[in-house]
């Protein structure tokens, strides 16, 4: 997959099936019209066409609202890669850009660019200037500019709405098994390893303190999960803590990963963090030992299940 993000030096796309949206989660849902996209482009002999906004549009039209993304533009780039999309073009997404009329976007936007052959969109789609344009305004439109629509079935829309909220609220509430069922993949996310006070390595399991690297990521609820660290390319098993310290009164959220069988210093690298399953919650324990002891249990219990 191609991926270009200076529209003003797009390639002259042979026989252009595009769908436009945001994609965010790449989920199941999101896969279906991905492979529709795919299976027109190849039935039409042209090239299969994602187009995206960078920075999301809600940050720019509702400036007041703190975004929680399920994937950022890089980790959305890289779900695609494999997806048999031929490209994926990011478009910046400006307030001038959100106020041109709908029959310019179309005109000068999606006709002018692309040349579509065929354009993939569902019935709720709006774009241009308070949202006026919509299919029926594509639909007037596709003689005159020459183009295919065809519709995303309200069902598969409706499908893939329910899906982003549920992954959404599973995430926040630390329900990684259903998060992980929806997206069709394990839930990650990429943070940098910032200075801690070294209280894991007096434990015994020193971790990795996390920042995450992106703020606009949605941020996985408290408790204690297996992962997968991909740390300078090497991926290595681990657990991995959200949340305060109740046993030591630190109220202060933390994000630590332990690797397992890994010692080197890595301050001030960013590391991937893919997400298998939840052990249990965050708790207060009587003593250290007793800590320990559990510590000991949720290596365990992760070895298990990685």
Excluded: C, W
């Excluded at 997404?93 to 993939?120: C, G, M, W």
Aim: charged share 25%.
């Amino acid at each position: 997959m191609q991926v270009h993000r200076n529209i003003e030096s797009l390639p002259h796309f042979r026989n252009a099936v595009i769908t436009i949206g945001t994609f965010d989660g790449v989920h199941l849902g999101h896969q279906k019209i991905i492979s529709v996209l795919v299976q027109e482009a190849k039935a039409a002999g042209g090239e299969s066409i994602i187009i995206t906004f960078d920075p999301h549009p809600r940050k720019i039209v509702n400036t007041g609202e703190h975004l929680q993304l399920i994937n950022t533009l890089q980790e959305k780039i890289d779900l695609l890669q494999n997806r048999g999309v031929d490209h994926m073009v990011v478009v910046p997404f400006t307030l001038s850009f959100s106020e041109q009329a709908a029959e310019a976007y179309i005109r000068d936007f999606l006709v002018n660019l692309f040349h579509p052959h065929i354009i993939i969109i569902g019935y709720d789609h709006h774009f241009g200037k308070n949202r006026k344009g919509n299919y029926q305004l594509l639909e007037q439109k596709a003689s005159t500019y020459n183009y295919q629509l065809k519709e995303i079935p309200k069902q598969l829309l409706d499908e893939i709405a329910i899906s982003s909220t549920k992954i959404r609220k599973a995430l926040l509430a630390s329900d990684i098994t259903t998060a992980n069922k929806l997206l069709g993949y394990e839930f990650f996310f990429e943070g940098m390893v910032i200075q801690g006070d070294k209280l894991g390595r007096q434990l015994g399991y020193p971790t990795a303190n996390l920042k995450y690297t992106n703020e606009d990521k949605i941020h996985l609820g408290e408790g204690v999960y297996a992962v997968y660290v991909k740390v300078k390319g090497e991926e290595k098993k681990g657990m991995m803590s959200i949340g305060t310290r109740p046993t030591f009164n630190d109220t202060a959220e933390k994000v630590e990963v332990n690797i397992f069988d890994f010692d080197k210093d890595i301050y001030g690298v960013e590391i991937s963090v893919r997400v298998k399953q939840y052990l249990r919650p965050q708790e207060k324990y009587d003593t250290v030992e007793a800590l320990i002891a559990q510590i000991d249990k949720d290596k365990e219990n992760s070895l298990k299940v990685l």
